[in-house]
T-cell receptor
Framework: DAGVIQSPRHEVTEMGQEVTLRCKPI?????LFWYRQTMMRGLELLIYFNNNVPIDDSGMPEDRFSAKMPNASFSTLKIQPSEPRDSAVYFC????????????FGSGTQLSVL | SQQGEEDPQALSIQEGENATMNCSYK?????LQWYRQNSGRGLVHLIL???NEREKHSGRLRVTLDTSKKSSSLLITASRAADTASYFC?????????????WGLGTSLAVNP
């Protein structure tokens, strides 16, 4: 099993530019989570999907952030326009149905907005 | 807001010693999970303990859960340099079908050879 795959691994962009982060969950997993990690705020859940449907997006900071899951094997997190305060590591994680199922994390995307 | 709070924030020990990290939480939970994060990597699941369990073992890991005190501890025995990482607890609230885990800020463990 290839695990959760995220791309790009690193992204450096200028303020105002659009940023798109990509995630391929583990095959057979029906939950997908987008997290953001910073030193100050730790790990924050942005949004999660179940069977490709967004369930809880209360963690999405503002309208500049959007996430989609067009099918069971692909999801995107888009920031438009990006700002320096968006600089963080963004993780995607997937899990199977069940209250006691663990999360499998990707390696993350290190985003730097200059 | 973060429900889980790990302590200590940082821990430095010698190889071979035991490392103990604690996690406190505020509301009732369905389960509590511990994850490890190596520098520059994603989080890796270590162990899950359900609310009706008090202790669980996995290799050199021992996790305890005290629901009356709303706290958990992770013990790593006979530590190795490879155990150097950040350790996070995450609580799964007893809230229907909500799969939103609440994360602590982590304990940074350094195991010195």
């Amino acid at each position: 099993d290839a695990g959760v795959i995220q791309s790009p691994r690193h992204e450096v962009t200028e303020m105002g530019q659009e940023v798109t982060l990509r995630c391929k969950p583990i095959s057979g997993h029906d939950y997908l989570f987008w997290y953001r990690q910073t030193m100050m705020r730790g790990l924050e859940l942005l949004i999660y999907f179940n069977n490709n449907v967004p369930i809880d997006d209360s963690g999405m900071p503002e309208d500049r952030f959007s996430a989609k899951m067009p099918n069971a094997s692909f999801s995107t997190l888009k920031i438009q326009p990006s700002e320096p305060r968006d600089s963080a590591v963004y993780f995607c994680a997937s899990a199977r149905t069940g209250r006691n199922e663990k999360l499998f994390f990707g390696s993350g995307t290190q985003l730097s907005v200059l | 807001s973060q429900q889980g709070e790990e302590d200590p924030q940082a821990l430095s020990i010698q190889e071979g010693e035991n490392a103990t990290m604690n996690c406190s939480y505020k509301t009732s939970i369905n389960n509590l999970q511990w994850y490890r994060q190596n520098s520059g990597r994603g989080l890796v699941h270590l162990i899950l303990i359900r609310s009706n369990e008090r202790e669980k073992h996995s290799g050199r890991l021992r996790v305890t859960l005290d629901t009356s005190k709303k706290s958990s501890s992770l013990l790593i025995t006979a530590s190795r340099a490879a155990d150097t990482a950040s350790y996070f607890c995450a609580t799964d609230l007893n809230a229907g079908n909500n799969r939103k885990l609440i994360w602590g800020l982590g304990t940074s463990l350094a195991v010195n050879p």
